[in-house]
């Protein structure tokens, strides 16, 4: 079966540790994108990349980053630097071209105390 | 920079009814989507349009695009209880972004008895 996964589903983390989230897809697309997620609000871009071993900061990078090493692979690191890291972590997909639409993995919710 | 609005955020109705859902949009796009959300869930695509005029339908939700007034709505005939939700639209910046989505706050729909 083709799609994204992200793990963990869930984590706890405590104030001022770095935590890295996981996102995999084995559907052979170019792109790749992480978005977060806050409650009763739309999504934002944190970063994206197009092509193995570049990528580009999003609308709300600080505090985060990224590596892209394998075309299957983007995980997200929150670092200590994220003032408020707490929210719903989605990583999508696409084809670099055609509809461009965006397939989602099934996020990983991030609690910080 | 691109701004996405939806109207209304919040919607209750009852089962058998129609509705219709706007999503606004701030400059030139021709990629516009649709995605519904279930709590707790990820984002699960529901129509791709691609060109002024586009109209598309699956089930009780018809989706259309008017790329000159840069608007799109989400029909809703007959709602049933399964159809709450809350509903995204987004629009593709390709300007500096990588086509990166930009969404709007979402719909959240509850339909009642």
């Known amino acids: 079966d083709g799609g994204i996964t992200q793990s963990p589903k869930y984590l706890f983390r405590k104030e001022g540790q770095n935590v890295t989230l996981s996102c995999e897809q084995n559907?052979?697309?170019?792109?790749m994108y992480w978005y977060r997620q806050d409650p009763g609000q739309g999504l934002r871009l944190i970063y994206y990349?197009?092509?193995?071993?570049?990528?580009q900061k999003g609308d709300i990078a600080e505090g985060y980053s990224v590596s892209r090493e394998k075309k299957e692979s983007f995980p997200l690191t929150v670092t200590s630097a994220q003032k408020n890291p707490t929210a719903f972590y989605l990583c999508a997909s696409s084809i670099a071209g055609g509809t461009y639409e965006q397939y989602f993995g099934p996020g990983t919710r991030l609690t910080v105390t | 920079e691109l701004k996405v609005e939806q109207n209304p955020l919040f919607l209750s109705m009852q089962e058998g009814k129609n509705y219709t859902i706007y999503c606004n949009y701030s400059?030139?796009?021709?990629?516009l989507y649709w995605y519904r959300q279930d709590p707790g869930k990820s984002l699960e695509s529901l129509f791709v349009l691609l060109s002024n005029g586009a109209v598309k339908q699956e089930g009780r939700l018809m989706a259309s695009l008017d790329t000159k007034a840069r608007l799109s709505t989400l029909h809703i005939t007959a709602a049933v209880h399964d159809l709450s939700a809350t509903y995204f639209c987004?629009?593709?910046?390709?300007?500096?972004?990588?086509?990166?989505?930009?969404f709007g706050k979402g719909t959240s729909l509850l339909v009642t008895p």
């Open positions: 990349s197009q092509i193995v071993n570049d990528f």
């Open positions: 559907l052979n697309h170019d792109a």
């Open positions: 400059t030139t796009s021709d990629r």
């Open positions: 987004a629009v593709i910046s390709n300007s500096n972004s990588g086509y990166a989505l930009n």
